[in-house]
C-alpha cells in the first residue's frame, strides 16, 4: 500500500510538470519575440504567476499525500500536514532577470536556449513548494524524511540521497536542494527500518552508485 503511494506521489509530480510545461509553452507561441522588450515584459508578468499558481498545486498534492501515507503507515496521533510557501517572487525575478539580460539568449536571438531555461526554472520552483511541505511537515511531526532517487538520477542527487534519514533542521544541509528537472521524491519516515525493507531504500547502495558515476568522470 505504501509503495504504491510513493508512486502515486511521483505520478502527481510528473504530471503537474507536465501541465506547467504545457502552459508555459503556449505562452510562448503566443509572444512575437520580434519585439523582446515585449517579450520580457510580459515573462515577467506571467512567469510569477505561472509559478505561484502550480506552485500552490503542488503544496496542496504533496500535504493530503503526506496525511494520507501517515494514515498508511498506521502513525498514532492526530496530525495534519501544513502547506510550505510558495517560491518568492523576488527570486523568481531574479533568475527572469538573468534569462532576459541584455547578453542573453532573449536578445542574442536564442530562443531554444531561452525556452530550456524557462522550462527548467519553472519546473524547479513550481515543485519546490511539494518537497518543502514533505520536509518541513515530516520535521513537525518528528519523522525523518530522505530523497529517493529517480532511476538514472544525477551523482548530485544520488550523493544526497545516500546520506539516509534527516531528522532535523540543523541537520538538513544539501538535502533541501533540487535542480529543475528533478524526479526525486521526498518521503518521509516513522519507521526507517520499515521504508529500507517496504521501499528498498538502501544508501549505502546509493553510496556505492555515487561514488562509482564519481569515479568514472
Same mark, same amino acid.
Given at each position: 500500500?505504501?509503495?504504491? =503511494?510513493?508512486?502515486?506521489?511521483?505520478?502527481? %509530480? %510528473? #504530471?503537474?510538470?507536465?501541465?506547467?510545461?504545457?502552459?508555459?509553452?503556449?505562452?510562448?507561441?503566443?509572444? %512575437?519575440?520580434?519585439?523582446?522588450?515585449?517579450?520580457?515584459?510580459?515573462?515577467?508578468?506571467?512567469? !510569477?504567476?505561472?509559478?505561484?499558481?502550480?506552485?500552490?498545486?503542488?503544496?496542496?498534492?504533496?500535504?493530503?499525500?503526506?496525511?494520507?501515507?501517515?494514515?498508511?503507515?498506521?502513525?498514532?496521533?492526530?496530525?495534519?500536514?501544513?502547506?510550505?510557501?510558495?517560491?518568492?517572487?523576488?527570486?523568481?525575478?531574479?533568475? =527572469?532577470?538573468?534569462?532576459?539580460?541584455?547578453?542573453? !539568449?532573449?536578445?542574442?536571438?536564442?530562443?531554444?536556449?531561452?525556452?530550456?531555461? =524557462?522550462?527548467?526554472?519553472?519546473?524547479? $520552483?513550481?515543485?519546490? !513548494? #511539494?518537497?518543502?511541505?514533505?520536509?518541513?511537515?515530516?520535521?513537525?511531526? %518528528?519523522? #525523518?524524511?530522505?530523497?529517493?532517487?529517480?532511476?538514472?538520477?544525477?551523482?548530485?542527487?544520488?550523493?544526497?540521497?545516500?546520506?539516509?534519514?534527516?531528522?532535523?533542521?540543523?541537520?538538513?544541509?544539501?538535502?533541501?536542494?533540487?535542480? #529543475?528537472?528533478?524526479?526525486?521524491?521526498?518521503?518521509?519516515?516513522?519507521?526507517?527500518?520499515?521504508?529500507?525493507?517496504?521501499?528498498?531504500?538502501? !544508501?549505502?547502495?546509493? $553510496?556505492?552508485?555515487?561514488?562509482?558515476?564519481?569515479?568514472?568522470?
Amino acid at each position: 500500500m505504501s509503495l504504491q =503511494l510513493l508512486r502515486t506521489f511521483e505520478q502527481a %509530480n %510528473n #504530471g503537474i510538470a507536465a501541465l506547467v510545461e504545457r502552459a508555459l509553452d503556449a505562452f510562448l507561441a503566443s509572444l %512575437n519575440f520580434d519585439r523582446p522588450e515585449q517579450v520580457q515584459q510580459a515573462l515577467f508578468e506571467y512567469v !510569477p504567476v505561472l509559478v505561484a499558481e502550480y506552485g500552490d498545486i503542488a503544496a496542496t498534492v504533496a500535504a493530503e499525500w503526506f496525511d494520507e501515507l501517515r494514515a498508511a503507515e498506521g502513525v498514532r496521533g492526530s496530525f495534519r500536514a501544513s502547506l510550505a510557501p510558495l517560491t518568492p517572487v523576488d527570486q523568481v525575478a531574479r533568475r =527572469l532577470g538573468f534569462a532576459t539580460r541584455m547578453s542573453g !539568449p532573449l536578445f542574442t536571438g536564442d530562443f531554444e536556449t531561452l525556452t530550456a531555461f =524557462l522550462k527548467i526554472m519553472t519546473n524547479e $520552483y513550481v515543485l519546490q !513548494p #511539494g518537497r518543502e511541505t514533505v520536509m518541513q511537515s515530516a520535521h513537525r511531526d %518528528n519523522a #525523518g524524511y530522505a530523497r529517493i532517487p529517480e532511476p538514472g538520477a544525477c551523482n548530485f542527487c544520488l550523493m544526497l540521497a545516500s546520506r539516509g534519514f534527516v531528522y532535523s533542521k540543523e541537520s538538513a544541509g544539501e538535502t533541501k536542494k533540487f535542480h #529543475g528537472n528533478c524526479r526525486c521524491v521526498v518521503l518521509p519516515s516513522w519507521d526507517e527500518t520499515r521504508a529500507r525493507v517496504e521501499y528498498g531504500y538502501d !544508501p549505502d547502495a546509493l $553510496y556505492d552508485q555515487y561514488r562509482a558515476l564519481r569515479d568514472a568522470k
